[in-house]
């Protein structure tokens, strides 16, 4: 049996929640293989909606056994969040949710240092969640990360110590003042002792090693789920550098982050909006900054799952959509949002960029919206209100004709068409 893979295709902000959801009755196991709580996949159904962020998006099946990766890096100030929010369902999750020995730990102070170099790059900056990601992922890089098989290693301690008075020599020579910074509005010593009390709650979850588990989770033939988080166009390698995440969201994030052979994997599943929104900074080719673009984000209610931030909105980008699927080698799309668009006599589709007056489809390698020029194609919209939708047949003749036309630019059947927040508002093709 092989492993499927489930990703965003666009800036993040995709919907993956949703679908992993949906999906997860099909499957024995449900593993999230990079990123860590600067991810929100929202999931509603029965006028209930919760956000995960470390939590793989299966934990609502009762069947499904959910794997917190190696490529994982865990907060349990912000997992034990979490686990509170999902508690009045009645889910025992610690029977639901292994851990890797191997995920990373975010130490209060990596989130004191991302805020201190946030702060640094003054206009420059690059959107950062504050979650400490970047911080995380470099000491895991620079072999100096703390992992969760560390918290019952006699010198545990000592090794925090160590970390913590390195970072505060590091948040030094950016601000003398770091200290006062505030984490979760508290004082950094208050959310530090917070912080270490909720190392308990990671020694009341199994630890595995997910990467013994998963191969025989494989071997007895068992389905597997790769949920990844944020989106391809966020890569550290393939996205829009350096406006991205620390961590590789693209399929092949799935080999790394969970140990997992590339001869193993089977279906890769692309979700991609209708539209395309971003949250923070970075190039973005075809964001309305007009009345359209603030319709988008009211009707589709774009509003950062983690941050709250309003999200920026734009047309689709088919340039963007066709290099992520081809990096993640996407078998199967799954497209969210289309609702949001209803009520939109034209539609327009990023098809090609002008770059210094020359067209193209590929994405550059200096992207920035200062040298590319979207290429549009306008296509008719539908007024018709998609709420009580329930089959792909019923959908607006133009509708249908909009997927078609993304379908055949792209080369990939789109198999799956999401017309509401809901688990129930989803169309199988």
């Not at 990596?110 to 969640?129: C, F, P, Q």
């Not at 799935?254 to 970075?282: D, E, Q």
Request: contains cysteine.
């Amino acid at each position: 049996m092989k492993i499927d893979i489930l990703l965003g295709l666009q800036w993040g902000d995709e919907g993956k929640g949703k679908i992993v959801d949906v999906l997860t009755p099909d499957y024995d196991v449900v593993a999230r293989f990079q990123g860590g709580p600067n991810a929100g996949h929202t999931i509603e159904f029965e006028n209930k909606k919760f956000v995960l962020h470390t939590i793989p998006s299966g934990i609502f099946n009762p069947k499904s056994i959910n794997v917190i990766g190696n490529g994982v890096i865990i907060d349990p100030f912000i997992l034990d969040k979490e686990i509170e929010d999902i508690k009045p369902t009645g889910i025992d999750i610690k029977k639901k949710v292994l851990l890797s020995r191997k995920a990373h730990l975010i130490l209060p102070t990596h989130r004191l240092l991302d805020a201190v170099y946030e702060k640094a790059k003054g206009d420059r900056k690059i959107g950062s969640t504050l979650k400490g990601i970047g911080p995380a992922y470099t000491d895991k890089i620079s072999r100096n990360g703390i992992r969760v098989g560390d918290i019952d290693n006699p010198n545990f301690t000592e090794k925090y110590q160590e970390a913590r008075e390195r970072h505060f020599k590091l948040a030094s020579m950016y601000d003398p003042e770091f200290i006062q910074t505030k984490i979760e509005g508290l004082g950094f010593e208050e959310y530090e002792s917070i912080w270490l009390k909720k190392l308990d709650l990671l020694r009341e979850f199994e630890r595995i090693d997910s990467e013994y588990f998963i191969h025989q989770a494989v071997l007895e033939n068992k389905k597997v789920l790769a949920e990844g988080a944020q989106g391809t166009m966020l890569d550290i390698d393939f996205g829009s550098y350096p406006f991205v995440t620390s961590s590789n969201t693209t399929s092949a994030g799935v080999c790394n982050g969970l140990g997992v052979a590339p001869g193993n994997v089977g279906k890769v599943f692309g979700i991609f909006k209708a539209y395309c929104t971003r949250v923070g900074s970075g190039p973005f080719p075809t964001e309305l900054m007009d009345a359209t673009g603030e319709e988008l984000r009211k009707k589709g209610q774009e509003f950062g799952a983690t941050t709250g931030r309003p999200r920026r909105c734009g047309w689709l980008d088919l340039p963007a959509l066709k290099y992520a699927v081809m990096i993640n080698g996407v078998t199967e799309l799954k497209m969210m949002k289309v609702d949001v668009l209803s009520g939109f006599k034209e539609i327009k589709v990023a098809t090609h960029y002008k770059i210094n007056g020359k067209l193209t489809d590929h994405v550059p390698y200096e992207c920035s919206d200062e040298n590319i020029e979207p290429v549009y194609k306008t296509v008719p919209g539908w007024e018709e209100n998609l709420e009580n939708v329930y089959t792909f047949d019923d959908l607006p003749q133009s509708l249908k004709d909009y997927i078609l036309f993304i379908e055949k630019e792209v080369g990939v059947p789109i198999n799956l068409v999401s017309v509401g927040p809901d688990r129930k508002q989803t169309l199988m093709r």
